[in-house]
């Protein structure tokens, strides 16, 4: 019974360590991908921060300074900015 018990506790570890933040962070992309819209400033994974012009599909288009203007790819956003 304890190794059942110490076999149980590692996974139970193991999957709040790993596994947990990565479904959470997961859901909280997913979450801004649904209210990505016009006029929100947001930071890439490249560490570009624009303010979203549109979006279609999976290709997210920043601007990024003053008549600059980049497509992204959605996966490539990284966090909204306040």
Do not use: C
């Not at 193991?14 to 959470?24: A, C, G, M, N, T």
């Not at 992309?29 to 599909?57: A, N, P």
């Not at 990024?64 to 497509?71: F, L």
Request: aromatic share 6%; charged share 25%; glycine share 6%.
């Amino acid at each position: 019974m304890t190794e059942f018990a110490m076999l149980a506790i590692m996974l139970g570890t193991l999957w709040y360590f790993f596994i947990k933040p990565q479904v959470e962070e997961r859901q909280r992309h997913k979450d801004l991908m649904e209210r990505l819209e016009k006029g929100i400033r947001v930071v890439t994974t490249g560490g570009l921060i624009g303010t979203v012009v549109s979006t279609q599909d999976d290709i997210v288009t920043l601007r990024i300074a003053d008549r600059v203007n980049v497509q992204v790819k959605s996966s490539a956003i990284a966090e909204e900015l306040e």
